[in-house]
């Protein structure tokens, strides 16, 4: 309409400029006498007052329509005034009860109208040098039977170049596992990486600081780079990590369907190869192959060796001779019943590690949350066999001669003896030593002979222990084994005196010291 106006126009002023009169214009276009009188004024208008590129692209302004819902506008403050989050449907219920004919659309309309959608904040481009930084972040999915999957993703921000990976979990190995494959990958480790406030590496906010794991923080130091923690709420801060995320919802996931964990990597690695750092990036204009050829120069080099990113777990060996971890059940020797030992977990490998870091059982590692035992127990048993109560007892007994005692009453006492010594052993997971010796005690006052009125004494009396009260606890013991082996004589504090009081004269010198002085 817009372009059959300006050629009417220019009709009419070619016409009206030749000298012919508004009849024989009318006449000759077909139009009326009024609409060519009118467009005559329109031009004459534009070249008195000026003439404006944006008026001129704009639709010139109706005059405002009767709406329905004119007559419903107090209904509608009403409304939002008790409900300031109402829907835009429950608003149409509620109007089409009190006898609105409209339609939902005028509604949906007119509420956007009243409360606007808060607009985007505006970004600005960030350009980063070569080396200077990568993200990296977790984006859950599920295969095609529903069995949940992380993707890990990295990237380098200046080549774009990306790592990723599906892992069944996103615990703090699985991060550091992944990181340190990100950086073997790459070739190098950039100086800083971005991420949110992931657990595993953020442990709280205090205020707005970040607290990072102690843990985490060693990987780092490590490695060489620094963890620069995003803004809480702000996914655009990292948003080199999130469009590949997105990337792959769109691209990787759309015309696949991913059955085993393997077959996703498998073909993930493909798609990254091929359709991520192997074609030209939209921002850059060059392949993130290519620019990582000329960024790997300005990466921290890599360490000789990696670092042990093996899980590590503090447990005590139950009555079976068996640790659980990880949803599974590691066999330990005998001669480890009832003591602490520590659990170092690799991909394939589970090592159990006693006194002075011996490595005493090696098993592989089975599949997470599974309920194996590893070995399996005999043929004839589905669980294993709950060690003598010889074993037993000579287990407790190493806690002091009334835990001993009470070990041999129960035996006494107790119909099924092992049962009740087992449960003892298991106190050492969540209760300090001294004060399940305690709570022993007090059960013999009342001659109480069993495992659970020791575990009653204990939640009534006592506070449970975290893991790191019971690897404190075993570090003081051996400290004191140590030092009972090898003393150490405390020193006289006198001698400290006289050093903070200076070198002393001759005629102040005590006697004892003019003696030795004569006697040298």
């Not at 999915?141 to 993707?151: F, R």
């Not at 098993?363 to 590893?374: C, S």
Request: charged share 30%.
């Amino acid at each position: 309409m817009r372009e059959a106006r300006a050629r009417l126009a220019y009709e009419v002023m070619r016409r009206q400029r030749r000298g012919d009169s508004l009849r024989a214009i009318a006449r000759a276009l077909r139009i009326d006498r009024k609409t060519v009188a009118k467009i005559i004024d329109e031009v004459q208008r534009r070249r008195d007052d000026g003439d404006d590129a944006l008026a001129r692209e704009l639709p010139a302004k109706r005059a405002p329509r009767p709406s329905k819902l004119d007559r419903f506008t107090g209904v509608i403050a009403e409304l939002l005034a008790s409900y300031p989050d109402l829907r835009a449907t429950r608003l149409h219920e509620e109007l089409c009860a009190r006898g609105f004919d409209g339609s939902y659309t005028i509604v949906r309309e007119h509420l956007l109208k009243l409360r606007p959608r808060p607009g985007k904040k505006p970004r600005k481009l960030v350009r980063t040098p070569a080396g200077k930084q990568g993200q990296f972040d977790w984006s859950p999915y599920e295969l095609a039977d529903g069995t949940p999957m992380s993707m890990f993703g990295c990237v380098l921000s200046y080549s774009r170049y990306r790592y990723a990976r599906f892992c069944t979990d996103t615990r703090q190995p699985t991060i550091f596992r992944q990181l340190r494959h990100s950086f073997e990958h790459c070739g190098g480790v950039a100086r800083e990486y971005v991420t949110d406030t992931m657990p595993g590496i953020v442990d709280r906010w205090e205020g707005d600081e970040p607290v990072l794991n102690l843990r985490a923080v060693d990987f780092a130091v490590f490695y060489g780079f620094e963890i620069h923690v995003a803004p809480r709420g702000d996914g655009a801060y990292k948003g080199k990590i999130e469009r590949t995320f997105r990337h792959a919802v769109e691209s990787f996931f759309n015309g696949r369907t991913l059955h085993t964990l393997e077959q996703a990597n498998a073909e993930l690695a493909w798609w990254l190869e091929h359709n991520c750092n192997g074609k030209k990036h939209g921002t850059t204009g060059r392949r993130p192959v290519d620019m990582l050829e000329q960024e790997r120069e300005h990466l921290l080099a890599l360490p000789a060796r990696p670092y042990d990113d093996r899980e590590l777990a503090h447990r005590i060996v139950d009555a079976y001779c068996y640790v659980r971890f990880d949803g599974n059940f590691y066999l330990a020797p005998r001669r480890q019943v009832g003591k602490w030992v520590y659990v170092r977990a690799g991909d394939e490998l589970v090592e159990i590690v006693a006194d002075a870091a011996t490595v005493v059982a090696r098993h592989p590692r089975a599949l997470r949350n599974a309920g194996l035992y590893v070995p399996p127990p005999a043929q004839d048993s589905s669980r294993p066999r709950r060690r003598p109560v010889a074993e037993l007892l000579k287990a407790i007994a190493q806690w002091g001669p009334s835990a001993a005692t009470y070990g041999a009453a129960i035996r006494e006492h107790q119909r099924c003896p092992a049962v009740h010594l087992g449960k003892l052993l298991a106190l050492r997971t969540d209760w300090a030593l001294t004060d399940i010796v305690a709570a022993i005690e007090h059960a013999t006052l009342y001659q109480a002979w069993g495992a659970d009125p020791v575990q009653r004494i204990l939640a009534a009396r006592y506070r449970p222990r975290t893991m790191q009260d019971h690897i404190a606890e075993s570090a003081r013991a051996h400290i004191r084994q140590a030092m009972a082996q090898s003393p150490v004589q405390q020193r006289d504090l006198q001698s400290l005196a006289r050093q903070l009081a200076g070198p002393a004269s001759k005629q102040d010198a005590p006697c004892e010291t003019d003696d030795d002085d004569q006697a040298t």
